[in-house]
Nanobody, 128 residues
């Protein structure tokens, strides 16, 4: 199983970025996909997640209303659209898969310990 995160870069405060996670070796069907981030000197924290079966989503309070997660089951990709970026959004962003079964649960996991597979991360730098 491989997860390839892309789309990071340098952006000014207030700007937008779209991160993409491309998955190979595993179908996105009944599992859950999460985005996490890790800023320098800080622990990895959960950002958002989506259930592949029913599209249920959840967001961390720090990004709610600024971030949208979406899934393309046919392309086996998950995107994270980030708007109104702030300095404190600077971090390496990782996508991950919890390969447990989520069917009609209406939720997805926020604990990083639930996730089985991880990508290599993509750097987002918010700077003026």
């Amino acid at each position: 199983v491989q997860l390839q995160a892309s789309g990071g870069g340098l952006v000014q405060p207030g700007g937008s970025l779209r991160l993409s996670c491309s998955v190979s070796g595993l179908r996105l069907n009944f599992n859950a996909i999460g985005w996490f981030r890790q800023a320098p000197g800080k622990e990895r924290e959960w950002v958002s997640c989506i259930s592949a079966s029913d599209g249920a989503t959840d967001y961390a309070h720090s990004v709610k209303d600024r971030v949208t997660i979406s899934i393309d089951n046919a392309k086996n990709t998950v995107d994270l659209h980030m708007n109104s970026l702030k300095f404190e959004d600077t971090a390496v962003y990782y996508c991950a898969i919890d390969n447990s079964i989520y069917i009609g649960t209406g939720n997805c996991p926020s604990s990083l310990h639930r996730y089985h597979y991880w990508g290599q991360g993509t750097l987002v730098t918010v700077s003026s």
